[in-house]
Antibody, heavy 122, light 114 residues
């Protein structure tokens, strides 16, 4: 069974750093792109970026380029989303999801993690 | 980036009645070489992650009830729930996954029971 299990909720202060995780199981982790999606409170879905764990090829939405870093450690089947300096506006639910279709970038998101709630408040 | 719009923002439908959601892309998401529309629909229930319902504009994901159907091509798409059930109350999003990322989502349509 394909599963993506994300790390737990975080409460941080502005300016702090953070790295959240998404562990894949039940499939070949290195053979599928993993994406990150933001959902701000009461709002819609925003596509942030994707990574191919097999070679760490990464693509970002222009809206998030430079604001976050996406990485992966294929040895432990885990993808990451990190911030170097959080802002209050980063408060949101963050989902990881697998792109269907193996190594193809042009694919929908077929399996989703449960989400990680990040709260940034002074 | 391709901009996705949806209409209406919300709708309320009686149980057993049809619900129709529209999605429009700012440029065509039909890839001529394979005649496929790079368009997906997701359902998000409160407190849950989104769930893939339909991809290639009209192909139902495994396990999705056949009351859900997708149609359209090029820039205009429709998600239809043929007979609304109580468990279908959710927000529905379209997404294009055509060519170079970002693969943008529509703003969502909230479906409630009338």
């Amino acid at each position: 069974e394909v599963q993506l299990v994300q790390s737990g909720a975080e409460v941080k202060k502005p300016g702090e750093s953070l790295k959240i995780s998404c562990k894949g199981s039940g499939y070949s982790f290195t053979s599928y792109w993993i994406g990150w999606v933001r959902q701000m409170p009461g709002k819609g879905l925003e596509w942030m970026g994707i990574i191919y764990p097999g070679d760490s090829d990464t693509r970002y939405s222009p809206s998030f380029q430079g604001q976050v870093t996406i990485s992966a450690d294929k040895s432990i089947s885990t993808a990451y989303l990190q911030w170097s300096s959080l802002k209050a506006s980063d408060t949101a639910m963050y989902y990881c999801a697998r792109l269907e279709g193996g190594g193809v970038v042009t694919a929908p998101l077929d399996y989703w993690g449960q989400g990680t709630l990040v709260t940034v408040s002074s | 980036d391709i901009v996705m719009t949806q209409s209406p923002d919300s709708l309320a439908v009686s149980l057993g009645e049809r619900a129709t959601i529209n999605c429009k892309s700012s440029q065509s998401v039909l890839y001529s070489s394979n005649n496929k529309n790079y368009l997906a629909w997701y359902q998000q229930k409160p407190g849950q992650p989104p769930k893939l319902l339909i991809y290639w504009a009209s192909t139902r994901e495994s396990g999705v009830p056949d009351r859900f159907s997708g149609s359209g091509s090029g820039t205009d798409f429709t998600l239809t729930i043929s007979s609304l059930q109580a468990e279908d109350v959710a927000v529905y999003y379209c997404q294009q996954y055509y060519s170079t990322p970002p693969h943008t989502f529509g703003p969502g349509t909230k479906v409630d029971i009338k």
